[in-house]
């Protein structure tokens, strides 16, 4: 049995753990990893890219930076998050406000020193990033279109660091990229839908706000439609080995998002929309090893 003081701590970090998204975190690591090993450094033996310490670098500053967005995202949302998330909004109080910003600054800075260790240019890359965030959640995430916009461009950003690491230009790369920018693009304006009732309360002027619920439905139909494309040239131009079977299911769940959006009118009903959107990324993620299953072992 935990002691009383053991609990208490226990119970601080994983508030923790919810205020800067840790399974988020993770995720984005392997996802960064997984994009080294098998698209952009698919042709140096699997041991130089795994043992890369400037790799290992930059994966950690992403993930420090990451971590200090969710903290500074989260200090700025915390009313409109007591209307939306009444109950992580419980567990993320129990850490005070001024020991989340204390963090905040520790791993802005620890992602500084980490860039540092592979080049001039990963710091301003980094120093440019954290600003970018704290310049979001501060100010552009209140505004429509932009918001969104900035929204899904920050969350793929850490993958550039990668792809500028090893300078690796093909086109399907671009290709793959188009297809998360739009997904992600999908899930922050879902998200809107979402949390409509504490962006009302708390006058963010999102899209759902600004120009109502159907517009947003129709802009989320022509994203799921744009996504055709990349899937398209995926599946018939590149060669993406087992991977197609993910691309497949993508579109199958794209198409049941459609149908579900245009029934949707709560809060529940947006959340599973949501969920759906999150499933496709997740697995996304995992299904890149699915591109050349043997590719490991030939390069062992």
Known sequence: MFTRRQKHILLKFFSMFSVVRGYNILIVVFAQYLTAIYILAHDLPLREVVLDVNLLMLVLASAATIAGGYIINNFYDSEKDLINRPQKSQLDRLVSQNTKLSLYFVLNFMAVIMASYVSFRAVV????????????????????????????????????????????????????????????????????????????????????????????????????????????????????????????????????????????????????????????????????????????????
């Open 125 to 300: 890359f980094f120093s440019l990033y954290i600003f970018a965030i704290w310049f979001y959640s501060h100010k552009l995430k209140k505004l429509p279109f932009i918001g969104n916009l900035t929204s899904a461009i920050l969350t793929i950003t850490p993958f550039f660091a990668i792809f500028i690491y090893y300078k690796n230009f093909e086109h399907v790369i671009f290709v793959h990229a188009a297809f998360l920018f739009l997904i992600i693009s999908m899930r922050e304006l879902t998200k809107d839908l979402e949390n409509i009732k504490g962006d009302l309360v708390l006058n963010y002027q999102t899209i759902p706000i600004v120009y109502g619920e159907n517009v947003s439905k129709v802009m989320l139909t022509i994203l799921a439609l744009l996504t055709t494309i990349p899937t398209y040239y995926l599946l018939f131009h590149f060669h993406v080995g087992q991977m197609v079977y993910f691309f497949y299911l993508s579109a199958s769940l794209l198409l049941l998002f459609i149908i579900l959006l245009w029934a949707s009118k709560t809060k529940t009903h947006y959340l599973l929309l949501h969920n759906i959107l999150k499933f496709i990324i997740v697995a996304g993620v995992f299904s890149i090893m699915l591109i050349n299953i043997d590719l490991v072992l030939n390069r062992i």
